[in-house]
């Protein structure tokens, strides 16, 4: 299963940006997809993920109400929406992909190579 994010890039606080992950794969439907990030210095850690078919989502607390994750099966990418970010936000974000609930916290074995997001004060 191959990954590919897209949409990273540099931001004031308090904008947005709109990550893409895109899966090539005609399964990707039956998969949960994930976003986690890594800080310098910090451990990878979950932020949102949604279930294969949209209807359930997890977030993380530190983004919970500025972040929203969507999918959109047809076209087999699932989207990150920022908005109201600050420089803690600063990382190295991945999109993931596994077959199981959205609070499924085990090894992942399909990731992305991940975008930075780089948000300055």
């Known amino acids: 299963v191959q990954l590919v994010e897209s949409g990273g890039g540099l931001v004031q606080a308090g904008g947005s940006l709109r990550l893409s992950c895109r899966v090539s794969e005609h399964t990707f439907s039956t998969y949960t997809m994930g976003w986690f990030r890594q800080a310098p210095g910090k451990e990878r850690e979950s932020i949102a993920a949604?279930?294969?078919?949209?209807?359930?989502?997890n977030y993380a607390d530190s983004v919970k109400g500025r972040f929203t994750v969507s999918r959109d099966n047809a076209e087999n990418t699932v989207y990150l929406q920022m908005d109201s970010m600050r420089p803690e936000d600063t990382a190295v974000y991945y999109c993931?992909?596994?077959?199981?609930?959205?609070?499924?916290?085990?090894?992942?074995?399909?990731w992305g190579q991940g975008t930075q997001v780089t948000v300055s004060s």
């Open positions: 993931a992909a596994w077959y199981g609930s959205p609070w499924y916290d085990g090894p992942i074995r399909n």
């Open positions: 949604i279930s294969w078919h949209g209807g359930s989502t």
